[in-house]
């Protein structure tokens, strides 16, 4: 009697801890909020069946508790078929149904006015370039990578399409406007994640990986590196901030001066 007791108690108690609390802060754009029901689902039916299982099971073997002799059973083949059925059908329905949220993110178009913006994930830590008015970034030369200068790139400093990036430790964007970040890697692996956008892409040293999303609620959220890529790991976060489009016009042509200023 116990252990049904023990069951039916660690089931509410597992329950309750989903039920207590906002597991993650709020979203902040169409695709969290899609992320977010589909999630909510998911886990009320998956929930639910573990509640009634963890009930049943309880029960079962209060029913028993005093059977002193174990008794042979051969199973029920049409119970077997039901239950398996409604597990492969309730397994494919979820799949099918968060494929276009997926999608949406790793297969839509970018829109043409999206803004570009360049992520460089390095050992350990994020920087962030933008093509500047022109459009178009500098050509990239691993000989020029260097941190201390300020070229964590490697942006070839005699291409002139450079002259106008604006290379920064924190990524800006405008509240509202799509936005294409692609990713690359100078390292080894890491993961590009921010919570409130529901958003998680790899960076792959090799590779140049497109992100794309919007956000829509100006504020700051943690950029944090969501793959173990060395000792120092734990250090390796940076922030989002989403600006009101005007606030970010301003900061992108205080930026430009600058870059002018130090080009003469
Ligand atoms: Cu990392």
Not at 166 to 182: F, K, N, Q, Y
Request: glycine share 8%; charged share 20%; net charge neutral.
């Amino acid at each position: 009697m116990l252990v049904s007791i023990l069951i039916w108690v660690l089931a509410l108690l597992t329950a309750g801890m989903f039920l207590a609390r906002e597991w993650f802060p709020p979203g902040i754009n169409d695709h969290a909020r899609a992320f977010d029901s589909q999630f909510q689902l998911t886990l009320l039916l998956t929930g639910g069946i573990f509640l009634v299982a963890q009930a049943a099971l309880g029960f079962v073997i209060l029913r028993a508790r005093n059977r002193t002799r174990a008794v042979h059973s051969e199973g029920n083949n049409r119970l077997e078929i039901v239950w398996t059925a409604a597990t492969a059908a309730l397994f494919l329905g979820a799949v099918f149904l968060s494929t276009r949220i997926f999608t949406n993110v790793q297969l839509g178009l970018p829109a043409t006015n999206a803004l570009r913006v360049e992520a460089l994930a390095k050992q350990f830590s994020w920087s962030f370039r933008y093509p500047g008015p022109d459009g178009k970034y500098a050509r990239l030369d691993i000989r020029q990578i260097n941190d201390a200068s300020g070229n964590p790139f490697g942006q070839d400093e005699k291409d002139a399409a450079g002259k106008d990036d604006i290379v920064t430790a924190a990524l800006r964007v405008p509240a509202g406007r799509d936005v294409e970040l692609m990713l690359r890697g100078r390292d080894v692996i890491h993961n590009f994640f921010v919570r409130e956008l529901r958003l998680k892409q790899d960076v792959v040293p090799g590779m140049l990986i497109p992100l794309r999303f919007r956000a829509d609620v100006p504020g700051t959220y943690e950029v944090a590196c969501s793959e173990l890529c060395g000792l120092g790991h734990h250090l390796m976060r940076t922030v989002l901030i989403v600006m009101p489009p005007a606030e970010f016009a301003a900061w992108e042509k205080d930026a430009l001066d600058q870059l002018r200023a130090q080009g003469q």
